[in-house]
């Protein structure tokens, strides 16, 4: 199947009506009720949008929820790529504006969670709660031997090295095949580098305003565990710990405890 054919299945997946919206070239997979409150999805870089497949549903059931793809990654979304942090902050104000979404729970993975977070600093006004998937970039940087592994896929993407990263860092988790191929395709549409992720200053993490919720994945490649829980709860963040989770297999392999997790936190307070 083609990456747009893999892309519809994965939609498909999600198991209750999505509508796919167009907010000025940004393209944002959307469900549950209109009139719930917003939860706001970001996925990690390449993985599109339809990786929440697993998640979606379930906090559909009580929210509004909103998946956009990340202009100039992988995905349906045809608006210019943001070049600086800047702009894409710009751009997520943006799809926020244009979807009139309220101070949503704004939730990230990898690259969507730094992305998250650096909004939530800049624009505390405009999240009421923060959930972070296995951060990278927000409270410790890469290991250098995950970002050795990925360069030949940076540098020179194909579907065999998606593949082999991946099956590397999930290491013998089972990986959704349609997802997996979609991945791999991806590796073959025509994308711009993402904006370079500057991570927070230990200032920035401690004037933290929204409530925020970080899920560590204890079996991570990409960083160390250990430290990002540790420096999440030193600025007073609930740490839930996934420990059969590698950084690849999130969000889609882990589904049923992320939306638990995440129901559970928006609910409180």
Known sequence: MTFQDTYDALLNRWQVPVEQLDISGTHVNACGPADAPPVVLLAGHGATSTVWFSVAPRLAERHRVYAPDLPGDAGRST???PRTVDELMDWLSGVLDGLRSERPLLAGHSYGSWTALTYAIRNPSRVRKLALIDPTECFVGLKPSYVLRALPVLLRPSPARNESFLRWETQGVAVDPDWLHLTDLATLEPTTRPVRPKRPTATE?????PDTLVFVADRSKSHDADVVARRALAIGATVVHLKGATHHSLPAAHGEE????????????
């Not at 993490?205 to 305003?209: D, K, M, N, P, T």
């Open 205 to 209: 993490l401690e004037q933290l305003q």
């Open 79 to 81: 608006a210019a790529p």
């Open 258 to 269: 992320l939306s638990d997790e995440l129901l559970k936190f928006l609910v409180e307070g």
